[in-house]
Nanobody, 119 residues
Framework: QVQLVESGGGLVQAGGSLRLSCVVSGRTSSVYTMGWFRQAPGKEREFVAAITRTDGNAHYTDFVKGRFTISRDNPKNTVYLQMNSLAPEDTAVYYC????????????WGQGTQVTVSS
């Protein structure tokens, strides 16, 4: 079992930047991949980015490529999402999630952090 706590959300103007953090605790050695997801009002939760803890291999959904960067600091058990060139359509609650070795799904989730981008 792992626990995830996100931080770093807030209100920013369009074109601005934010960096989200996700601190992982518990059985961190069991975590294979860390991901960021988001859910806007009235919409389904969607994948944003993910990174493997071992080799740092990262992948992104198309609508954030070139704007968002996911990274990890394993000694600090922290995953980051640097978000640049933010747009109003990026407004959502952002969730951190963990996928454990040997599983297919993300089964540990944080409580979410609100990101609001004003036009």
């Amino acid at each position: 079992q792992v626990q995830l706590v996100e931080s770093g959300g807030g209100l920013v103007q369009a074109g601005g930047s934010l960096r989200l953090s996700c601190v992982v605790s518990g059985r961190t050695s069991s975590v294979y991949t860390m991901g960021w997801f988001r859910q806007a009002p009235g919409k389904e939760r969607e994948f944003v980015a993910a990174i493997t803890r071992t080799d740092g291999n990262a992948h992104y959904t198309d609508f954030v490529k070139g704007r968002f960067t996911i990274s990890r600091d394993n000694p600090k058990n922290t995953v980051y999402l640097q978000m640049n060139s933010l747009a109003p359509e990026d407004t959502a609650v952002y969730y951190c999630a963990a996928q454990r070795f040997g599983t297919r799904n993300y089964d540990s989730w944080g409580q979410g952090t609100q990101v609001t981008v004003s036009s």
